[in-house]
């Protein structure tokens, strides 16, 4: 990896969101348990299957004062102002790459500069899109299921068939887009069966509408 001159790796970082949602009735508190509103947290890149819909955080405790480091694993929606930087400091750097209980190995690092940009800007867009929202768990899986679905992927299209408009989407703009993905969805699942396999849809002719009216949802979402 190309490091910056003096520093011991990339990574992106973040602030905790002023204000965040917690619990099934979206309680409004003012930034988390461990970190304050605002506070910069070192972010890891995702370390499971989930897309990073939940990342390891490195960041100064809010009850420990300025000197203590906690790694934590935090839900991505409370974070926003993503960016890459260099890190000095060798507490970060420890708590970094410090093994987790459950595995036997170092947590992943940002393989290089350039990644770490592509995500922070792609998380960035996503962060935009779940403004003005109680539900922004929720909101936050239609987006994921969305942008894969725009990059022509297969595998999350049905968590569409699955959601409750009304709860993730924020203006009529919104809903039409969502219903232009819904209706083909829908059509193809009621020609080819719901069990049909994944490559079944991508392989009918009508994908490439469905992957252009995801790419279109996309774009009003996070605008």
Same mark, same amino acid.
């Given at each position: 990896?190309?490091?910056?001159?003096?520093?011991? +790796?990339?990574?992106?970082?973040?602030?905790?969101?002023?204000?965040? +949602?917690?619990?099934?009735?979206?309680?409004? %508190?003012?930034?988390?348990?461990? &970190?304050?509103?605002?506070?910069?947290?070192?972010?890891?890149?995702?370390?499971?299957?989930?897309?990073?819909?939940?990342?390891?955080?490195?960041?100064?405790?809010?009850?420990?004062?300025? @000197?203590?480091?906690? %790694?934590?694993?935090?839900?991505? &929606?409370?974070? +926003?102002?993503?960016?890459?930087?260099?890190?000095?400091?060798?507490?970060?750097?420890?708590?970094?790459?410090?093994?987790?209980?459950?595995?036997?190995?170092?947590?992943?690092?940002?393989?290089?500069?350039?990644?770490?940009?592509?995500?922070?800007?792609?998380?960035?867009?996503?962060?935009?899109?779940?403004?003005?929202?109680?539900?922004?768990?929720?909101?936050?899986?239609?987006?994921?299921?969305?942008?894969?679905?725009?990059?022509?992927?297969?595998?999350?299209?049905?968590?569409?068939?699955?959601?409750?408009?009304?709860?993730?989407?924020?203006?009529?703009?919104?809903?039409?887009?969502?219903?232009?993905?819904?209706?083909?969805?829908? %059509?193809?699942?009621?020609?080819?069966?719901?069990?049909?396999?994944?490559?079944?849809? @991508?392989?009918?002719?009508?994908?490439?509408?469905?992957?252009?009216?995801?790419?279109?949802? &996309?774009?009003?979402?996070?605008?």
């Amino acid at each position: 990896m190309e490091e910056p001159p003096g520093a011991l +790796t990339w990574c992106v970082v973040a602030n905790v969101a002023a204000e965040t +949602t917690y619990g099934p009735d979206a309680e409004v %508190r003012r930034g988390l348990r461990h &970190f304050a509103g605002g506070a910069k947290v070192w972010v890891l890149p995702p370390q499971w299957g989930d897309g990073g819909d939940s990342v390891f955080v490195i960041g100064r405790h809010r009850g420990r004062g300025q @000197s203590r480091y906690v %790694r934590i694993v935090i839900e991505r &929606f409370h974070l +926003t102002n993503f960016r890459v930087r260099g890190v000095y400091s060798p507490a970060v750097h420890r708590e970094l790459t410090r093994p987790w209980k459950h595995w036997d190995r170092e947590l992943w690092l940002w393989d290089t500069r350039e990644l770490a940009e592509q995500v922070a800007q792609r998380w960035n867009l996503v962060s935009t899109g779940l403004t003005e929202v109680r539900r922004p768990r929720k909101r936050l899986e239609l987006l994921g299921a969305v942008q894969n679905l725009a990059d022509g992927g297969i595998y999350r299209w049905d968590t569409l068939l699955r959601l409750t408009p009304g709860e993730v989407l924020r203006n009529d703009l919104e809903a039409a887009a969502f219903e232009a993905v819904l209706a083909l969805l829908q %059509r193809m699942v009621g020609d080819l069966g719901p069990d049909a396999r994944y490559e079944r849809y @991508s392989e009918d002719p009508r994908w490439t509408d469905v992957v252009d009216a995801a790419a279109a949802l &996309f774009t009003v979402m996070t605008s």
